[in-house]
C-alpha cells in the first residue's frame, strides 16, 4: 500500500480483521490506529525516528511527553531489552490488565519516543487484539492515546477518527474499549511500587497483586501529566448540582453506569457526546472511594479549574 505523505492525508477505515495490511502500514513507517484494554492508541514503529515524528504531530503532542511502547509479549520484550529488574520482571509477570512500567532505555529506542528521557515505558496490553497487531508488526509500538492533545481519551474508534481523521494513515475499528481509562504508569524502586499516573488499575489492587506497597504522588515524574488533559470543547464544572450554572447539561453518576466499572468505561465517550450540544457540562463529583480514584482525577484534570 502506497503512503500518501502530503497534509491531506487519507485516512483508511479498516475492519479489525485487516490487521496483517495494517500492519504492513507500520513496517513502511506509518501510523496506525489501534484498540487495547484501556484506550485507542495512535501506533508507530518505536524504532523508528521518522514514523514517531508522525505521532506527535498528528496529535500536536508536547516533544518532551515521552510515548508508551508496547510488546505483544513478555518474550518480545525480553528478546529486546535483555534482561530487566528483577522485581519489575515479577510485577509484569503479576499484573497484565492496564499497565505501564519504567525501565531504563536501551539504545535501540531513539530519544525522540522517550521525550530525551534515559527511561522507557513499557506496556504489554492484556487485549488480544492489540498483541495479535504488535506481533504482526515485528517492532515494538509507541503509542499514545489517539487523541488530540489535551481531548479527551477515546474509547470508540470513532472518537479517534473524530480527532485525527486525515492526520493518520489508518484506522482499525473495532468495538469499545474494555476499561476506558489509560494504564496506570508505575516504577518498581527496591521493593516499593511509586504510581506516577493513576489509570485502569488503582493503587490497592497492585499492593494486592504484587504484595509491595505502592503509593502515589503526583509529582509530575511522568511528564504527561503536566499538560492539559482530557478536556471538552466547552467548559466543564464539578458541582453536586447545576443550580448555578443555568442553560448547561448536568451529568450526574447514574449518566455515565451504575458502578464503577461501567462509570469508568463510559466516561469520556459520555463527554464527548454530550460537548456536541453543550456550552457548559455540569458533573457530579463520583464517591470518593479506591475504586473512583483515577476517575475522579480525570474529571478534575477534564474540569476548567483543572487546567
Ligand atoms: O493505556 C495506555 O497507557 C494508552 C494505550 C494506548 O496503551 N497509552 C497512553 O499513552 O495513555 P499516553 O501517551 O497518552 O500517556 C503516556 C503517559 C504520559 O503521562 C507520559 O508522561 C508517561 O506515560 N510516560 C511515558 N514515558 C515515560 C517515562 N519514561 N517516564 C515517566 N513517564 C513516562
Ligand atoms: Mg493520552
Redesign the pocket.
Known amino acids: 500500500m502506497k503512503l500518501l505523505r502530503n497534509e491531506d492525508m487519507k485516512t483508511v477505515l479498516m475492519n479489525e480483521n485487516k490487521f496483517k495490511e495494517a500492519a504492513e502500514i507500520i513496517k513502511q513507517g506509518g501510523t496506525v490506529v489501534f484498540r ?1 484494554e ?5 501506533g508507530a514503529d518505536a524504532t523508528n525516528e521518522d514514523a514517531v515524528k508522525k505521532i506527535f504531530k498528528a496529535k500536536n ?1 508536547p516533544a518532551v ?4 511502547i ?1 510488546y505483544s509479549s513478555l518474550k518480545h520484550l525480553l528478546n529486546d531489552f535483555g534482561a530487566i529488574d528483577p522485581k519489575s520482571l515479577e510485577v509484569i509477570k503479576k499484573i497484565r490488565h ?1 499497565i ?1 512500567i ?1 525501565l531504563p ?1 536501551p539504545d535501540f529506542i531513539p530519544h525522540i519516543t ?2 530525551g ?1 534515559d ?3 513499557v ?1 504489554i ?1 492484556a487485549c488480544k487484539f ?1 498483541r495479535k497487531f504488535i506481533r504482526a508488526c515485528g517492532v515494538p509500538l509507541a ?4 487523541n488530540s492533545s489535551t481531548r479527551p ?1 477515546p474509547t470508540h474508534w470513532v472518537d479517534a477518527c473524530e480527532d485525527l481523521e486525515g492526520k493518520v494513515d489508518a484506522i482499525l475499528c473495532g468495538r469499545a474499549t474494555k476499561i476506558g ?3 496506570t ?1 508505575i ?1 518498581v524502586k527496591e521493593n516499593k511500587i511509586e504510581v ?2 493513576l ?2 488499575i488503582n493503587t490497592q489492587d497492585i499492593t494486592k497483586k504484587t504484595k509491595l506497597p505502592t503509593t502515589y504522588n503526583p509529582t509530575h ?5 503536566r499538560f492539559k488533559h482530557y478536556s471538552p470543547s466547552c467548559p466543564l464544572i464539578i458541582a453536586e448540582n447545576a443550580d448555578d450554572y443555568p442553560g448547561s447539561i448536568f451529568l450526574s453518576n447514574k449518566d455515565f453506569g451504575n458502578n464503577a466499572a461501567e462509570i469508568t468505561r463510559n466516561f469520556f465517550h459520555i463527554i464527548r457526546a454530550t460537548e456536541k450540544n453543550a456550552e457548559i457540562i455540569v458533573v457530579q463529583p463520583f464517591p470518593n472511594t479506591p475504586e473512583f480514584q483515577t476517575i475522579n482525577e480525570r474529571l478534575d484534570k477534564a474540569s476548567t479549574k483543572g487546567v
Open positions: 487495547t484501556t484506550v485507542y492508541g495512535l503532542r511527553n515521552p510515548l508508551i508496547h492496564a505501564t519504567i532505555k522517550t521525550g528521557l527511561t522507557v515505558a506496556r496490553p492489540a503509542a499514545p492515546s489517539a481519551s481509562v489509560e494504564s504508569v516504577k506516577l499516573r489509570g485502569g515524574e511522568s511528564p504527561g501529566t
